[in-house]
Nanobody
Framework: QVQLVESGGGVVQAGDSLTLSCAAS????????VGWFRQALGKERDFVAA????????YYQDSVKGRFTISRDSASNTVYLRMNSLKPEDTAVYYC????????????????WGQGTQVTVSS
């Protein structure tokens, strides 16, 4: 069974940076693609970024391109989401998720999910 644990959320001001971590364990998690999603209050869960199992390929939602960077450390089996130039509209609960197929943006295709971490960006 794959387990994912997010950390690193918090309250920051617009323009600040924050790095989220997603620690994976169990099963063949080190060979899974990992995606970050976010869900703002009252809205649907949206795709943010994804990285394939070896870290060589990434995929981003247009609104975060150039501001967010997804990366992974194979030794610790941890995926990171570095968020720069944060905006109030980035406020949401951020989730990491894992699946075996590759760079996928659809939340329905992810089999394993973390519990989420809150990011709040004040103006």
């Amino acid at each position: 069974q794959v387990q994912l644990v997010e950390s690193g959320g918090g309250v920051v001001q617009a323009g600040d940076s924050l790095t989220l971590s997603c620690a994976a364990s169990g099963g063949a998690s080190k060979y899974y693609a990992v995606g970050w999603f976010r869900q703002a209050l009252g809205k649907e869960r949206d795709f943010v970024a994804a990285i394939n199992w070896d870290g060589h390929s990434t995929y981003y939602q247009d609104s975060v391109k150039g501001r967010f960077t997804i990366s992974r450390d194979s030794a610790s089996n941890t995926v990171y989401l570095r968020m720069n130039s944060l905006k109030p509209e980035d406020t949401a609960v951020y989730y990491c998720a894992a699946q075996e197929e590759g760079l996928i943006a659809s939340a329905d295709d992810y089999a394993y999910w973390g519990q989420g971490t809150q990011v709040t960006v004040s103006s």
